[in-house]
């Protein structure tokens, strides 16, 4: 009981630090986890328009990008934050109370309460330009954010762990991984439009099973029925057994200083 | 109270495996101050670091009784970009105790002026040190595990944290590693020597110093 209480003393002196120095000193890294969604969603959006193509019947294009690319946001900042997190945490470490799973699980909670809100936020705004808002299933999109995140913390803890060993991990995450997967998870593409053997390849892919889960939550017209949360599910399961255990081998490899 | 159990800690080396502590058993009373004395390299910052937590020994464990410190000393631990305050705060939250207070104990002792407000990579090296030191004493541990004190601040400086010490004795003690015996002698009533991976235990300094010189 008494380690709990010290384990979440430190998760919120981490969190209140992290606050501080992850958006630089201006401040400026807030606006900048908004914007980044907002460019993306302009660039798209003016593709759709002069493409003249349209979202998927039922949604509007702003709120269909909205949900691709927020969550897909939120996946990739907790895996690429918490990757780096106890390399650019090592001073900390120097403190006893303080350990490597603190580190990362103080940068996971910020990062996913700044896309909670950038999500939010985007929504809440959109709703405001159309004058409704569509929120069919609360529940179920509060699940799909979740579970972005779970597999987003899930896969940087095991690169974080990884990075301990060799740095090589850590390079390839970026642009072997997070790249490709911004273009295979179903942001600016509905499920529903792939031809079936594309979408049969795609469905490997645990974040566009999330894309798609969010927006059936999300849209009262539209049916997630092409994906399930078991797959994801199964995903986070298994990353974090793996970055628990590979935690626990790095540890004693960790140096100081 | 400290109670070290059979702890084993070895470093892989081009030429093998050097064994810092071999199986050391060794007990640490409650509100007795005692140093840690042994050549450069026997591995006393390691011993130190075992103790505080914040490495893992190979083999052994470490029984802690009471609040333990990190070691204090060489001045890692804060962020370049924080202030002193700031930094302060977040050791405080650490901690569980109160922030403000903390904050004004730390500001006091360090004595390093309007730098309290700055980022500490404005700092130098004498006053990180003196910020690391002002910390520690803001916090109430029973043990305090002091790495090296020669290196904090100056003479003056120096007189100041043997005088907090002392003021503490009759609830904390200290656990002193240095390679000076001189400083040993000034601050602590027991002494151990850090030797070949074992560490012997001697009731005065100057037993202790015998065996050094030897």
């Known amino acids: 009981m008494r380690g709990l209480v010290i384990e979440l003393q430190v998760i919120h002196a981490l969190v209140l630090r992290e606050t ?3 958006f630089g000193a201006h401040r400026l890294g807030y606006v900048w986890a908004l914007l980044e969604p907002i460019i993306w969603i302009a660039t798209f959006g003016a593709m759709y328009y002069f493409l003249g193509r349209l979202a998927p ?14 969550p897909f946001l939120l996946f990739r900042s907790l895996a690429t934050r918490l990757t780096a997190a106890v390399d650019s945490n090592r001073g900390l470490l120097f403190y006893p109370r303080v350990r490597p799973l603190d580190v990362v699980a103080a940068r996971a909670v910020l990062e996913f309460a700044t896309h909670m809100v950038v999500f939010v936020l985007l929504m809440g705004g959109t709703a405001l330009v159309n004058g409704r808002l569509t929120l069919d299933q609360p529940l179920e999109v509060l699940a799909g954010l979740a579970l972005a995140g779970g597999l987003g913390a899930s896969l940087g803890l095991s690169f974080c762990a990884a990075s301990v060993y060799s740095n090589v991990a850590e390079r390839l995450l ?20 792939l031809p079936s ?6 469905l490997y892919n645990p974040v566009l099973h999330v894309i798609d889960l969010i927006r059936g939550g999300v849209f009262p017209g539209y049916e997630a029925r092409h994906v399930n949360a078991w797959y994801p599910l199964g995903w986070v399961l298994v990353l974090s057994f793996l970055g628990l255990t590979m935690e626990r081998a790095a540890r004693r490899r960790l140096q100081l200083t | 109270m400290i109670e070290l159990r059979e702890l084993t800690k070895a470093y892989p080396t081009r030429s093998g495996f050097n064994v810092v502590l071999d199986a050391v058993d060794a007990w640490f009373p409650p509100r007795t101050n005692v140093g840690v004395l042994g050549r450069n390299g026997a591995g006393k910052s390691t011993l130190v670091r075992l103790i505080s937590g914040v490495e893992q020994p190979d083999a052994g464990r470490v029984l802690r009784q009471g609040r333990v410190s990190w070691p204090i000393g060489f001045s890692g631990g804060f962020s370049g970009s924080l202030t002193g305050e700031e930094n302060s705060r977040f050791v405080a939250r650490i901690y569980g105790v109160d922030a403000d207070e903390v904050v004004g104990f730390a500001m006091d002792f360090a004595e390093i002026g309007e730098y309290f407000q700055m980022p500490v990579r404005t700092y130098s090296s ?47 003690s200290v656990i002193l590693v240095s390679h000076s015996l001189a400083t040993i002698r000034s601050y602590c009533t027991h002494c151990t020597l850090l030797k070949d991976g074992r560490l012997l235990y001697f009731d005065s ?7 050094y010189d030897a």
Do not use: H
């Not at chain 1, 019947?57 to 927020?70: H, K």
């Not at chain 1, 642009?175 to 998870?185: H, I």
């Not at chain 2, 109430?140 to 907090?164: M, N, P």
């Open chain 2, 205 to 211: 300094v100057e037993r202790a110093a015998e065996e």
């Open chain 1, 57 to 70: 019947p039922g949604m509007g294009v702003v709120e269909f990008l909205v949900t691709g690319i927020v």
């Open chain 1, 20 to 22: 501080k120095t992850r």
């Open chain 1, 197 to 202: 053997a594309a979408r049969n390849v795609l």
């Open chain 1, 174 to 193: 970026g642009p072997v991984l997070m790249r490709p997967l911004f273009w295979m998870s179903g942001i600016f593409y509905s499920v529903e439009a």
């Open chain 2, 126 to 172: 004498g006053m990180r040190a003196r910020l690391a030191f002002a910390l520690s004493m803001a916090i109430d541990f029973d043990v305090y595990l002091v790495d090296e004190i020669t290196s904090v601040g100056d003479a003056k400086f120096q007189q100041k944290c043997r005088a907090e010490f002392e003021a503490r004795r009759d609830r904390s």
